[in-house]
């Protein structure tokens, strides 16, 4: 058995599937073929299934029959890892009676969002991959689903809405098709927590206006995932951290700890905060499975929520460097001609290590470069051609492992590392001594040459914009230094651990 992460959380990521057959699950068979990756041929057979029952839709946009696969538990046949109806109960006992008497409704709350996140993220992988099928599929699935997320943005009920955006949060295709209504449900709620003072808030009783660690995680997980108002996702996040049980789970308010809430606030936390220990929640969880494995929090997502724990366990095996949540990029902060982050994101960046203290203070490498000679290549062959060179860099900045690029300006750009990352240098130090080669086979062997200046400096997480403006000063004179570099490029290193104001130069800039 694989060793877990720490804390002594002992499943392991090669542990065999639960005994319960995910293909008699009908409620979830996105989810299920989700699991099968690698293997996409029951994906592929599930979308070919789903487009045989097209024809059958119904046109009414209300009807349980609007989509070409189950929707509702309520008529839905229950494989034998579903706990019999007459034993669903609600996860937080406080809405027990709710679920009895609008039973419907209750449990639609919970399986409409996951189901409809999950088709389309399957759906739109295998479309992207040339499946025909699924691309039927998705364009009939599609104008549906963004009536039914349009409802969520309406704000009726904090839990279902946030509940459905982090639904997105986790599943980027998903995400992508459904932007507008996952910004709409973004912004309403971020402005409500803004004004109950940086925390996610109920709207209904039995919870109405109380502080919920349920939609504080779901309304981060959702900020994170977009973009934008960084402050209040590490807010957001601090404050679910501070409210983890002994055991290691979450519950809300003053209700015992269940597993829905115990998931999200880990899968937030497992990617923002370095120093949360993820072996109790773990354990936690597997406590509560089945002799089959089966995780249950009400009882009609015993398999999707099963699925949902072990890729939480998966992912929280990984180093915190390798799991590290990067915020998404809104569109206004994307440089257009690269495809990269504008500088703005970097703010955005050090907004959200601000509030979370473990993020505020772990080291993060930073690296900043320019191109030796693109100025002549410019005068030479247009900017059309500058252009394309930018284009180039940026595809092979994107490329470096574990860390984010920044267009800055001009030629200038930055890199910045997973907090806890502790090779950037040498990646970056490989990616400029294979440069010339790389831009001469896409450029031509009589191109002129292109080389890059690089400096580097770690650190803490709170000091991001300090550690930009001090490259930026180390960039120049690395510059001076070097106005013709040899092929190879050059690259030095900053300590900045001196004061901002009083570093030493570059070690000379010398060719590394």
């Known amino acids: ?52 029952q097209v024809d059958r839709l119904s046109v009414n946009p209300d009807s349980l029959n609007r989509y070409p696969f189950w929707v509702d538990a309520r008529f839905t046949p229950l494989p034998a890892h579903v706990p019999p109806r ?27 969002s996951p189901v409809l996140a999950d088709s389309a993220e399957l759906l739109g992988r295998l479309a992207d991959g040339g499946d025909e099928a699924a691309a039927k599929v998705l364009a009939v699935v599609l104008p549906v689903a963004r009536r039914d997320f349009a409802r969520y943005a309406e704000m009726n009920h904090a839990w279902t809405d946030t509940w459905a955006l982090w639904q997105l949060a986790r599943r980027p295709r998903a995400l992508r098709l459904l932007h507008p209504f996952a910004l709409a449900l973004a912004d309403g709620y971020a402005a409500r927590a803004e004004a109950a003072g940086g925390v996610g808030t109920g709207s209904r009783f039995p919870f109405h206006e109380r502080p919920l660690v349920s939609v504080s995680a779901q309304l981060a997980a ?28 979450w519950g809300d308010a003053d209700e015992p700890p269940d597993p829905l809430t115990t998931l999200v606030a880990a899968d937030l936390l497992g990617g923002l905060e370095p120093a949360w220990d993820p072996g109790p929640t773990l354990r936690w969880i597997d406590a509560r499975r089945r002799p089959d494995g089966a995780l249950v929090a009400m009882g009609p997502e015993a398999a999707w929520l099963t699925l949902a724990a072990d890729e939480l366990a998966e992912r929280l095996s990984r180093p915190f460097p390798a799991r590290f949540r990067w915020p998404g990029l809104a569109v206004e902060q994307r440089d257009r001609r690269t495809g990269l982050p504008f500088l703005g994101y970097l703010a955005d960046l050090a907004r959200l290590f601000a509030e979370v203290p473990s993020l ?37 900045l994107a490329a470096v492992p574990g860390a984010v690029a920044v267009r800055d300006g001009g030629d200038e750009f930055l890199l910045v590392a997973a907090p806890g990352d502790d090779g950037l240098p040498e990646r970056v130090r490989q990616l400029r001594l294979g440069f010339p080669a790389r831009f001469r086979a896409r450029f031509g062997e009589g191109a002129l040459p292109v080389a890059m200046r690089v400096v580097t400096t770690r650190v803490a997480g709170r000091d991001l914009e300090a550690g930009r403006d001090l490259l930026g000063i180390e960039i120049a004179r690395l510059k001076a230094a070097h106005p013709k570099p040899p092929g190879g490029g050059v690259q030095a290193a900053v300590d900045a651990h001196r004061a901002p104001w009083n570093l030493p130069r570059p070690n000379g800039g010398e060719p590394v």
């Open 222 to 249: 959702g900020l994170l995932a977009l973009g934008g108002r960084q402050r209040l996702a590490g807010r957001l996040a601090a404050w679910v951290a501070g409210r983890s049980r002994p055991d290691g789970a």
């Open 360 to 396: 505020a203070g772990a080291p993060v490498e930073l690296a900043f470069l320019d191109l030796a000679g693109f100025g002549d290549w410019n005068n030479a062959f247009g900017m059309a051609a500058g252009d394309e060179v930018l284009r180039f860099l940026a595809s092979e």
């Open 1 to 52: 058995m694989a060793p877990g992460p720490a804390g002594g959380h002992d499943r392991g990521v090669e542990d065999p599937a639960p005994a319960f057959d995910f293909r008699s699950e009908p409620l979830f068979g996105a989810a299920v073929a989700l699991a099968a990756l690698p293997d996409e041929r029951p994906a592929r057979a599930l979308a070919a299934e789903w487009l045989g």
């Open 86 to 112: 007459a034993e669903w109960r609600a996860w937080r006992p406080s809405e027990d009676e709710v679920c009895r008497r609008e039973p419907g409704r209750f449990t639609a709350s919970l399986v409409l």
